[in-house]
């Protein structure tokens, strides 16, 4: 469990780490951001990089801002630091929420949010928090800068709509106005393990029914997705338990679990039933 | 007049290991590093070895007049197998060593291992007890008539009445799922040789004397030439125990190319090839009268037992340890069984903390709930007619039970659980769609035998006995050397206590000196639940010893009888008077003065210790809730009630407690080594092998009585293994508890969400 060896690069800007990207991707070039996913399978010689290309000391990248009504966070924003209100209002909470469920505290510590995206885990939890709100991944090539919006980002099980020469600088999430309520569930075998369901739900309640559902899901399929279908379900609706379990059951039948050795294709299906129920009720207390 | 003793004063290991200034076997430097090319079949004949060009690569042939790990047993029914320290033609498992080759770092020599080509033809393997003992199963080794390595079987002359006169005869299977102790510290090993032929080999073992007697055996070298250092070690639980083919390789190769090798296992090669356990399958029918009570028992014990036979223990341990001591703490007199070694095409099977114990109890435990389920009686109930409450006890395989507190124990475990508190609020919980659960686990641990108990098995290789050296020098401190060789479980600070006691000065005075085969006698090691037991004992009597010379020399020195003096806190006093002299100058005197005294000059004793052995006893109990909607379990309370005799250092026996039960939990809910069809191992990573975290493991309620008996001269049981035998099967009964309003039962461990939600789906339908 010793890398195969590599040369590291340390990069002092994005154009930088971009036009090293540009001339080693093609040999196995990787950006190197906290670590925590890559090095542990550069270790089990899964990952078998050449050259990394580490934007660690880039300065500017390590803070979250408030930028047109949008939430900014640069390619080397660590995960513990949503602990705290990034920003004050619901989604400040919704982060600091689901930070906790991320691995332990020397993961957080290291970490970061767009590598978490990049990497694209499907049971990991920023991309469902991604996907949830409809955020924008900015990435960067020698040819220019795109934006790709979540719905078209994640591709497969760790696969994205990143090319091979793009780093990805920073995810835009789109603020929440006062009065957005999230709700948050996982579930996972140990605390801090891979997550085998997870769910992530949003509303705003006018006049006492559901406005503007939203409902993410991750740990189930390979890729995260939102569920407009049972959105729908919800929208217009007051609140309440028996709604809830019917959406949770809509939930369930409307996936395609993935199986490995801990959790069949039967007992996911209804981890997402749980968890998706009760992220559902967790949006209203 | 005890002053040490049954004190919980702070460990003396723990200055340096908390500071990070333990010294283990990784921190050595090494002019070359080994990287072993290991089978990535289950069963297969290698045809070819291609190492890339120019490097060193070592295979079977190289090693010419090198011998197999073969550890025997003398017994008709057992048949030893051979494992070559590199494949010699078959491979047998994934992770099976195949090559050796050498590095420059262990990096480099990954590197290098990686560019080795294999060439081999893969072949069916048998991965499995029931596919092991088909017809037609492949045979794991050549020139064996089948795959079973072991099988005892033994029936009680009066078993067949009792059985046809019995009010009712209750069922239950269980299966104890593959598993791996997994130490913090993974293997490693250091040979260093140096010009005159010698070669030091530091590792991380249990049993450092026998690894030195091994592995000059098998490289036929003399023993003499051959150093085994155990420096501080991470933690073994049995893994370390067994002889680890690579420390032979690695003495091999520093013999070979005159220098130094390392070797140090990462987590996949001690996931994948470090020695496994616990693969069973136990059934029991238990036939009891009308009033409950057990009147007779039969197992059927299968063990999977690997591709190897770990030495000294053999492939037989498990299944014999079964057979022996299945009816647990019991009275039953009437009992059969019948207990199969299984080989099969995986990693070698050997002793871990507890060995068949957890799953033996699962089983008796299990009987007793569903039993008292038959005849409507509280679990507790049930046990209480049938556990063994004279002493001494001999049970239907002769196992002498000494004095304890069976009964006494798990009432004290009662109290304190409030079980009719308890079952109210589990009433009120299932009305909100809660499932609460309670499960009782009751039993004895077999700790501290002798060499009789190891020769009862037939083992070629007969441990038991432990020596110590003690020597008190000028300045009056004293080194006790041990045989036993302790990695976590605070000999230096127990032993002292006991030693100190005895020679009446602080322990601070005494150094335990262990793990280094030129420093310490002759000695089993640490395993078993055996060294505070057996070493402690042999410490006790040398310390007597020294008391007595010490006395007899302050005797002369004090111009009063010897039996009026009395050594208390560093002084010898004449008894009743001011007249006394510190012990540190009666030490002074018999080096300095000795011409002074008619006794051999200095102040060492050695004395040995071989005990039949003696059964400390605990209940555990187990509250649990299970979410029966992601069939998550979590442990709410948990409470032991341990009686393992006298308590040297409390603290330390609390710490032993809350490991093995953590470890027993583990067993119960998380861990578990999967194999795929094609014999793939897939839980190489701590991703996949669930060990809990400090998360999952809930604070532990811990009570004690101390029932002293005379099986222990220290008047102190063992109780090393105690928390991994009694958890699983407190979590399991708890588990069941919860499930009944679905009728779901589960015998099966670990009781992971996937069982769970099978058991659910199956009570269902």
Redesign the interface.
């Given at each position: 469990m010793k890398p195969s060896s590599f040369t590291h690069h340390e990069v002092g800007s994005i154009d930088e780490a971009v036009a090293a990207l540009a001339r080693f991707s093609a040999e196995g070039g990787r950006i190197l951001a906290g670590g925590q996913s890559l090095v542990p399978m550069m270790a089990f010689r899964l990952a078998q990089p050449t050259h990394l290309i580490d934007i660690n000391r880039i300065p500017g990248l390590d803070r979250p801002r408030l930028e047109a009504g949008e939430l900014v966070i640069p390619a080397c924003v660590r995960h513990a630091g949503f602990h705290q209100q990034v920003i004050p209002g619901p989604l400040g909470d919704m982060l600091a929420t689901v930070v906790r469920h991320i691995a332990h505290v020397p993961i957080r510590n290291r970490g970061t949010f767009c590598g978490s995206i990049a990497h694209a885990d499907p049971s990991a939890e920023w991309p469902v928090v991604l996907v949830a709100l409809d955020g924008v991944v900015v990435a960067r090539g020698v040819a220019g800068t795109r934006e790709i919006p979540a719905a078209a980002f994640f591709q497969g099980i760790m696969t994205t709509a990143l090319a091979e020469h793009e780093m990805l600088t920073e995810i835009r999430l789109p603020n929440a106005a006062a009065g957005q309520r999230y709700g948050f569930c996982e579930h996972a075998r140990r605390a801090g393990d891979y997550a085998q369901a997870i769910a992530l739900a949003g509303w705003r309640i006018s006049e006492g029914v559901i406005r503007q559902a939203r409902l993410a899901i991750g740990g189930v399929e390979p890729t995260p997705r939102r569920l407009p279908a049972v959105e729908a379900l919800l929208d217009g609706h007051a609140p309440n338990d028996a709604l809830f379990s019917e959406v949770a059951d809509a939930v369930a039948h409307c996936v395609t679990p993935m199986e490995d050795p801990q959790v069949s294709a039967s007992l996911r299906r209804d981890l997402l039933r749980a968890t998706t129920r009760r992220a559902l009720q967790r949006a209203c207390a | 007049m005890t002053t040490w003793v049954g004190r919980s004063i702070r460990r003396f290991e723990d200055p340096a290991l908390v500071r990070g200034q333990g010294r283990f076997t990784a921190d050595l430097p090494a002019a070359r590093w080994v990287r072993f090319v290991r089978s990535p079949v289950a069963s297969g004949l290698v045809e070819r070895i291609t190492p890339p060009a120019g490097s060193v690569c070592i295979t079977h042939a190289d090693l010419v007049g090198v011998r197999p790990i073969k550890p025997m047993l003398d017994r008709f029914d057992y048949v030893p197998i051979e494992q070559p320290l590199l494949a010699k033609a078959c491979v047998r498992y994934v992770g099976d060593l195949v090559a050796a080759v050498l590095g420059t770092?262990?990096?480099d020599a990954?590197?290098i291992a990686?560019q080795v080509l294999l060439d081999i033809t893969a072949l069916q393997p048998v991965m499995d007890t029931p596919s092991a003992l088909a017809e037609d199963a492949p045979v794991v080794h050549a020139g064996m008539s089948d795959n079973i390595v072991v099988r005892a079987q033994m029936c009680t002359p009066g078993h067949a009445q009792a059985w046809a006169a019995a009010d009712r005869i209750i069922d239950c299977d269980i299966r104890s799922h593959r598993q791996s102790g997994q130490p913090i510290e993974a293997r490693a090993a250091h040979a260093a040789w140096d010009s005159s032929g010698r070669v030091t080999l530091t590792c991380t073992a249990q049993m450092p004397h026998l690894m030195r007697t091994a592995i000059a055996d098998l490289l036929d070298m003399p023993e003499a030439d051959l150093r085994v250092v155990a420096p501080d070690v991470g933690g073994g639980f049995g893994q370390k125990m067994s002889l680890a083919p690579e420390y032979a390789l690695v003495v091999w190769l520093a013999r070979k190319f005159r220098t130094s090798i390392a070797w140090v296992e990462?987590?996949?090669e001690n996931l994948m090839a470090s020695f496994h356990s616990r693969d069973l399958a136990i059934s029991v029918q238990g036939a009891f009268d009308a009033q409950a009570r057990l009147v007779a028992l039969s197992g059927d014990v299968l063990a999977n037992v690997g591709a190897y036979a770990p030495y000294p223990n053999t492939a037989a341990v498990e299944p014999l340890m079964s057979f022996a001591e299945l009816p647990g703490p019991y009275a039953v007199a009437e009992y059969a069984c019948l207990a199969r070694g299984v080989v099969t095409n995986t990693c070698a099977s050997a002793p871990y903390r507890g060995v068949s114990r957890p799953a033996l109890t699962l089983a008796m435990e299990r009987l007793m709930d569903k039993a008292a389920r038959s005849f409507g009686l509280l679990p507790e109930e049930i046990r209480r007619r049938n556990l063994v409450q004279q002493f001494p006890h001999t049970s239907p395989t002769g196992l002498i039970y000494d004095t304890a507190s069976y009964r006494e124990t798990m009432e004290l475990a009662l109290r304190v659980a409030d079980l009719t508190r308890f079952r109210q609020r589990q009433v009120t919980a299932r009305v909100e769609k809660r499932y609460l659960g309670v499960g009782i686990a009751t039993f004895c641990e077999r700790t501290g035998y002798g060499s009789p108990a190891f020769a009862a098995r037939g083992m070629g290789v007969t441990p038991g006995w432990e020596t110590v050296q003690l020597a008190m020098d000028p300045s009056g401190f004293v080194e006790a050397r041990i045989g036993a060789s302790p990695h976590g479980q605070g000999l230096r600070t127990t032993l002292a206590q006991i030693i100190a006691d005895a020679v009446g000065i602080v322990p601070e005075r005494v150094r335990i000196i262990h793990g280094d085969t030129d420093r310490t006698p002759y000695g089993w090691g640490t395993f078993a639940s055996r060294s505070l037991v057996i070493s402690g004992g042999a410490c006790l009597i040398a310390a007597q010893q020294l008391h007595t010379r010490l006395c007899r020399v302050a005797s002369i020195m004090l111009e009063a009888a010897e039996a009026d003096i009395e050594l208390r806190d560093g002084i010898a006093r004449v008894a009743g008077t001011d007249r006394t002299i510190a012990i540190a100058d009666i030490a002074r005197a018999s080096y300095h003065g000795a011409h002074r005294f008619a006794e051999s000059p200095g102040l060492q004793e050695t004395a040995s210790y071989d005990p039949l052995g003696t059964f400390s006893n605990a209940t555990h109990i187990a509250f649990v809730d299970v979410?029966v909607?992601?069939?998550?379990v979590r442990i709410e309370r948990f409470i032991v009630a341990e009686d393992a005799g006298r308590l040297i250092n409390p603290m330390i026996v609390d710490g032993q407690i809350r490991g093995g039960v953590a470890q027993g939990i583990a067993n119960a809910l998380?861990e578990e080594i999967?194999y795929d069809e094609h014999g793939d191992i897939?839980t190489t990573?701590l991703?996949?092998f669930?060990m809990?975290?400090a998360?999952?493991i809930p604070p532990l309620e811990i009570h004690h009585l101390e029932t002293l008996s005379d099986a222990s001269i220290i008047g102190a049981k063992g109780l090393g293994e105690g928390g991994t035998i009694g958890a699983p099967a407190a979590v399991l009964n708890a588990i069941n508890d919860a499930l009944q309003p679905f009728g779901a039962e589960l015998d099966a461990m670990p009781a992971?969400?996937?069982r769970i939600?099978d058991a659910l789906?199956a009570a269902r339908t």
């Open positions: - | 770092t262990a990096a990954e590197d990686d990462d987590r996949r979410d909607e992601t069939c998550a998380y999967v897939l990573t991703a996949d669930l809990p975290t998360h999952e992971t969400p996937l939600h789906r």
